[in-house]
């Protein structure tokens, strides 16, 4: 066999091997590390009926143990109110399209608000979140708390 053909066979098989041996290293999918830790409602787009905006679910590292609240330092504030019948009609319109929000009040010279928020642990989860909300038509802006 020429020695020219023995250099490239041999040149071609530790290529090979190094690709057998690296490339399964690189796509474990160990790097990859998801910031959702619950179902997100995806709306489907172009099927709507009535008032109603169906919605797909899609659950993203659901083995995870840590629940999402534990420790939230980003919100999502879906509405700030006077009165508090306003911010209980709110969350139930937002806890309607598959989120958690809470009701929080505060007071600002001697007014009383009620917020209605949903809890994020990150602010790229918060900017998802926030996203998803206006695609359903809700006003809201991210606040880190």
């Known amino acids: 066999m020429d020695?020219?053909?023995?250099?490239?066979?041999?040149?071609a098989a530790v290529l090979i091997l190094l690709g057998v041996w690296l490339i399964p290293i690189f796509l474990d999918g160990k790097g990859l590390d998801s910031s959702f830790t619950r179902p997100i409602p995806i709306p489907i787009p172009f099927q709507q009926k009535?008032?109603?905006?169906?919605?797909?679910?899609?659950t993203l590292d659901s083995?995870?143990?840590?629940?999402?609240?534990?420790?939230?330092?980003?919100?999502?504030?879906?509405?700030?109110?006077?009165d508090q019948y306003s911010a209980?009609?709110?969350?139930?319109?937002v806890a309607s399209r598959?989120?958690?929000?809470?009701?929080?009040?505060?007071?600002d010279e001697g007014t009383y608000f009620y917020r209605v928020m949903v809890a994020s642990v990150s602010e790229e989860e918060a900017d998802s979140i926030l996203a998803q909300?206006?695609?359903?038509?809700?006003?809201?802006?991210?606040?880190?708390?």
Not at 3 to 11: F, N, Q, S, V
Not at 63 to 73: A, C, G, I, K
Not at 99 to 105: A, E, G, Q
Request: glycine share 6%; proline share 6%; aromatic share 8%.
């Open 88 to 93: 209980e009609n709110q969350k139930e319109k």
């Open 98 to 107: 598959g989120f958690n929000p809470v009701i929080m009040n505060y007071e």
């Open 133 to 145: 909300l206006i695609l359903l038509g809700f006003e809201a802006q991210v606040v880190e708390r």
């Open 3 to 11: 020695r020219h053909l023995k250099e490239r066979l041999t040149g």
């Open 63 to 82: 083995d995870r143990s840590s629940p999402l609240s534990q420790n939230p330092n980003w919100l999502v504030e879906v509405g700030s109110y006077e």
């Open 50 to 58: 009535d008032d109603e905006m169906p919605l797909k679910i899609i």
